[in-house]
Nanobody, 124 residues
């Protein structure tokens, strides 16, 4: 059973940085594709970034390209999202997700496992 736990969220001023982590406390996710999504109040959950299990391929939403970096450490069963130059519009609950087929998907429905989310708030 995959059990994803996000951490690293918090309150930061615009222009600041945060690093989110997503650890699997159950089954190893080293062979899974992993993604980050976010959901702001009143909005749909949207794609942020994805990484293949080999970690050689990544994919980003246009809104975060050049500011966010997704990476993974398979030895630690952990995926990271480094967020730089944060903007108030990045405020949301951030979720990590795992995909058994190890695709590089931007669709929520492609991911079988989800964490509970971590709040990121960016003040102006």
């Amino acid at each position: 059973q995959v059990q994803l736990v996000e951490s690293g969220g918090g309150l930061v001023q615009a222009g600041g940085s945060l690093r989110l982590s997503c650890a699997d406390s159950g089954r190893a996710i080293s062979a899974y594709g992993m993604g980050w999504f976010r959901q702001a109040p009143g909005n749909e959950r949207e794609f942020v970034a994805a990484i293949s299990w080999i970690a050689s391929r990544t994919r980003y939403a246009d809104s975060v390209k050049g500011r966010f970096t997704i990476s993974r450490d398979n030895a630690k069963n952990t995926v990271y999202l480094q967020m730089n130059n944060l903007k108030p519009e990045d405020t949301a609950v951030y979720y990590c997700a795992a995909d058994r087929s190890s695709g590089l998907y931007d669709e929520r429905g492609k991911y079988e496992y989800w964490g509970q989310g971590t709040q990121v708030t960016v003040s102006s």
